[in-house]
Each structure stands twice: as structure tokens, then as C-alpha cells.
């Protein structure tokens, strides 16, 4: 007798974790898209079941367990495979952060469960306060979802990687609305038109599989979404300023192991200066601490024949390198990026930095004697430093984890015309961090209406356009460099004038209203 398994006879916790894990491939590289929405119905349908709220908070935790287990895996590449941290100490690190970003799921589903009440359905009349609820299902699973993604893009410096809406990212009809409203808006409809798709499922069962006239309006938001989405696809938020520009992008593909070795250094210094000498442009790219040592530090020499290459092109380099100074009295650093050409000299320090990798967090200091990091505390930029005056662009620069913080990059690409990003994620190793960030860099390009130009260590270097499609790319681990015609951009989009502000207050009025209306029908 053949076996058949019965996902039916699963318990809800273990079905949450597989839609969880599923839901991954929704991101890149799988970018499966439909999934962000197949995999958030079945959260959905297990949530509309009866049962308690501590069932709900169970199969949210369980959920994003999933998720995040197997969304953020690359922390282990990181610390093990990089970092030299023991596997199991790795291993129990690795599973501990998971645990601590499935908590925003479980608080979202015990609060969509805490607007149903302890049953999770509606009384079965016909009166208009109790078809409220069931209509208001969808748009309240949204908002409980969207709301605490928005809060863990926030507390403790904020981690919003793997938030639903980037797994819209172009070519998801859904990619639209990101001009607009922002990944977190991208979260929203996502979440609403799973639940909707959930509603639809649910009283198509109730009814035998057939067809009834209650279904026709949630089908028809769900398309007027999706048409409405595309449309907004084909809408320019922004205009070209002035005449294109040719860039190179530089990615040394220098092992993380070798890269602060001292009797290597001069071999990485002779790799940039000869990927930039044989592939030059008006703005030469090289990714984050191309220079592995503080800029004072630098043998003169060589800034001098960067510049030169710079000055020949009658263009620019722009370079990531620590600065600051280390004394015996005084010590300080900063993860920088700076230009040198025919233009004056210019410096931006990274604003936003991560905690373990740039600064240690009180009482973690023996976390970090674990792992081999080099400059474990790096300084702050300050937060409203210039835009950079590069070859007639205004640039926005960040770098890595930086361009993951949507608000913080509109606040400052508002008034560019290009944004660049350094990142060395060689960190990551041969992992999803890769293409995750670079989908993030797609959504980032989307919400500001501009190019980003991404120059990596290890990957993944590309020309993004400001309808975030991938106009150019470098293959990952290899030594190259990624030549391009680019056009800059002005013109501001919806997003960069509110941010997420909308977001936020849509979700708050959401769940006021679902308050208000369970107050009303337990009266």
C-alpha cells in the first residue's frame, strides 16, 4: 500500500513553517513572485481557523521561523564560513536571530487573531455589522503584517531585509505601486490581496466549489489591483537631466580571508588600479574599503595615479576606504567613500552602521573576539552630509546595508540625479545575500525614480534603472569591471515626498477600525 501524506492532518504549526520556508523562493534569486502571495494565503486560512490566541501567535512564530531560517541563512556563511566563529556557536547564533525576527510575525498574527476574537469567525447573520468583518479580514491581516514589518525596519537600529514587498520587485505587476508608497506599501497590497485570495478559497470551499456572487467583489479588487499596478508601471515619475554618462564599475573579487592580510595589500591595491587603468570612464566605481587600510594610510603614490586616471578621463573616482586616524590617545573610523578627479575632493561616511559587523553593542564585545573582524567599531557619519558634485551629477552615495533603509536613501536621493551604492558582500560568502541585495537595490531605484549604480567586492555589480530594471550585471565571484552608459534623473516621486508616512497611517486607521467594529459586535 503506497503512502499518501495528508498535509491536512499536519499540525498548523509545522504547515506555518513550511509556508514560511517556501515563501523564499518568492525572493531573489528564485524571484518567484506569485509565491509571496500563495504562501501568505495559507498563513492566512491557518489564521482563519478557529482557536486561540496563543494558537495565532504559535503558527506566526512558526511561520517566520520558516522564513527567516531560510531567508537569512547567509548569517551562518557570515560568521562561519567567514567570520572563523565555531559551526555549532554559529549555528545557535544563526537560529537565536531568526527567533528574534519571527517574533514581528508572531505580534502581527496575534494581533489580526485579537480583531476576530478568541473564535476567529463572525457571528453567521445577515445584518450589515456582521459582513463588515469578513470584508475587513483582508485589509486588517495587511495592516497587522505590514505594521510590524514597518516596526522591525526600526527597533534595535532596525533589520527590514526580507520585507514582503521586495519580493515585488520588477517583474511583478505589483512593482507599480513602489513609486508611491514604498516597499512597505509593496507589503500592504501583497498581504491584501493574499487575503483576499484566502477569503475567496475559504467561501469557494464553504460553498461546495461553486461559484457565488459574494466572490465577484474580492476577485474584482484583486484584479483592478494587479491592472492598476501595471499601469502605474508605465508612468515616468521622473526626467532625464542633462546628457548621459559613461561609468565603470569595479569588482576586484577579493576573497574576504585575503583582504586584510598586510602581505597581501599591495597585491589589492595593484588589482583595483589595473581593472580602473584598463576600463576607464567619467565615474570610475570601486566598491566598499576597495582599501584595506585607513586613507592616511595609503601609499601616496598610488591615490596620486588614481587621481591621474580620474583627471584623464576628465571624470572622477569614487572609492570606499576607511578614514580616521588611530593614535595612542585617540582612535576613531569611519567606513567611507571617497572621490578624487577633476572635481575638489569630497567624503561621505556611512550614516546608518550594523551592529556586530561595525559597531559592538554594549556587553558583546566577546561576540566579536569570535569572529575576525578588522575595524569592529567604525564611527557614524553625520546624517545631513552633501550630496557629492561628481562630473556634473549630484550623487547619492551609500553604502551597503545602508540602501535597505528606504525612508533614509529618499530623504537623500530626493535631490540627485544618480545613487550609488558600495558594498563588499564578500562577507556573505556564496549565499542568497547576494541577489537579495541587489533585488533590494531594484525596489530602492523603483522608490526614487533614479538609477543605482551598485560596485561590489564579490557581487552583485550592476547598472539599475529608475524603473528598477537590471540593465547591466557583472557575474558574481569574478574579476571584472561593468561599463555603462547612464542617465541621470531628476524629479521627485511620491514616495521621496512622504515616505512611509501613508503606509503607516493607513495601517494604524486599518486597525482602529478593526477595534472599533469588534467593540461593536461584542456590545
Given at each position: ?262 602581505e597581501l595589500y599591495v597585491q589589492t591595491l595593484l588589482t583595483y588600479f589595473q581593472l580602473a587603468r584598463n576600463n576607464p570612464a567619467t565615474l570610475i ?61 569630497q567624503v561621505y561616511s556611512k550614516v546608518h552602521l550594523v551592529p556586530f559587523g561595525e559597531i559592538t553593542p554594549p556587553g558583546f564585545g566577546w561576540f ?102 537590471r540593465q547591466a550585471t557583472l557575474g558574481a565571484f569574478t574579476r571584472n569591471a561593468l561599463i555603462a552608459n547612464v542617465q541621470g534623473m531628476q524629479g ?32
Amino acid at each position: 500500500m503506497r503512502w499518501k501524506p495528508d498535509f491536512r492532518q499536519m499540525s498548523p504549526h509545522a504547515q506555518a513553517f513550511g509556508w514560511g520556508l517556501l515563501g523564499v523562493a518568492a525572493f531573489a534569486p528564485f524571484s518567484l513572485w506569485p509565491l509571496a502571495i500563495i504562501c501568505w494565503i495559507g498563513l492566512y486560512l491557518l489564521l482563519r481557523q478557529p482557536g486561540t490566541l496563543r494558537r495565532a501567535l504559535g503558527i506566526g512564530f512558526s511561520f517566520g521561523l520558516g522564513q527567516f531560517l531560510g531567508g537569512v541563512s547567509w548569517v551562518y556563511v557570515s560568521m562561519h564560513d567567514i567570520g572563523g566563529m565555531p559551526a555549532a556557536l554559529a549555528l545557535l547564533a544563526t537560529i537565536l536571530f531568526a527567533a528574534y525576527l519571527a517574533l514581528y510575525p508572531m505580534l502581527a498574527t496575534g494581533l489580526f487573531r485579537l480583531m476576530h476574537g478568541a473564535h476567529g469567525e463572525t457571528h453567521q447573520t445577515h445584518d450589515t455589522l456582521s459582513r463588515v468583518p469578513r470584508l475587513l479580514s483582508p485589509l486588517i491581516f495587511a495592516a497587522s503584517w505590514t505594521g510590524f514589518e514597518i516596526l522591525r525596519g526600526e527597533v534595535f537600529t532596525g533589520f527590514p531585509w526580507l520585507s514582503l514587498g521586495y519580493a515585488e520587485a520588477p517583474p511583478s505587476p505589483l512593482a507599480g505601486y513602489a513609486p508611491i508608497m514604498g516597499v512597505y506599501g509593496l507589503s500592504f497590497i501583497t498581504c491584501w490581496v493574499a487575503g483576499m485570495g484566502g477569503e475567496i478559497w475559504q467561501r469557494a470551499r464553504n460553498q461546495g466549489w461553486h461559484w457565488a456572487p459574494t466572490l465577484n467583489p474580492l476577485m474584482f479588487a484583486i484584479m483592478v489591483l494587479f491592472v492598476c499596478g501595471y499601469g502605474l508601471q508605465q508612468i515616468s515619475w521622473t526626467k532625464a537631466e542633462g546628457a548621459p554618462i559613461k561609468v565603470s564599475l569595479l569588482q576586484g573579487n577579493v576573497p574576504q580571508a585575503m583582504k586584510w592580510q598586510p602581505e597581501l595589500y599591495v597585491q589589492t591595491l595593484l588589482t583595483y588600479f589595473q581593472l580602473a587603468r584598463n576600463n576607464p570612464a567619467t565615474l570610475i566605481v570601486l566598491p566598499e574599503t576597495a582599501i584595506p587600510s585607513l586613507l592616511s594610510e595609503a601609499p601616496p603614490e598610488f591615490l596620486q595615479d588614481l587621481q591621474r586616471i580620474g583627471q584623464e578621463q576628465r571624470g572622477n573616482i569614487l572609492l570606499g576606504v576607511p578614514t580616521g586616524e588611530s593614535t595612542r590617545d585617540r582612535s576613531w573610523f569611519a567606513n567611507s567613500a571617497v572621490s578624487m578627479g577633476v572635481d575638489p575632493l569630497q567624503v561621505y561616511s556611512k550614516v546608518h552602521l550594523v551592529p556586530f559587523g561595525e559597531i559592538t553593542p554594549p556587553g558583546f564585545g566577546w561576540f566579536l573576539k569570535l569572529i575576525q573582524m578588522p575595524l569592529p567599531n567604525f564611527s557614524a557619519g553625520e546624517a545631513d552630509q552633501p550630496l557629492m558634485q561628481l562630473s556634473n551629477q549630484k550623487v547619492a552615495v551609500n553604502i551597503c546595508y545602508e540602501d535597505i533603509f528606504g525612508s533614509e536613501i529618499a530623504k537623500r536621493a530626493q535631490h540627485a540625479t544618480l545613487m550609488v551604492n558600495l558594498s563588499n558582500t564578500a562577507w556573505f560568502g556564496d549565499s542568497l545575500a547576494q541577489p537579495q541585495h541587489l533585488q533590494i537595490a531594484q525596489i530602492r531605484a523603483l522608490e526614487n525614480g533614479r538609477p543605482m549604480l551598485r560596485a561590489t567586492n564579490t557581487g552583485m555589480t550592476a547598472v539599475i534603472g529608475p524603473r528598477g530594471e537590471r540593465q547591466a550585471t557583472l557575474g558574481a565571484f569574478t574579476r571584472n569591471a561593468l561599463i555603462a552608459n547612464v542617465q541621470g534623473m531628476q524629479g521627485t516621486t511620491p514616495f521621496q515626498r512622504w515616505r512611509n508616512w501613508p503606509v503607516i497611517g493607513l495601517c494604524l486607521t486599518l486597525l482602529f477600525w478593526g477595534l472599533l467594529t469588534r467593540r461593536h459586535r461584542s456590545a
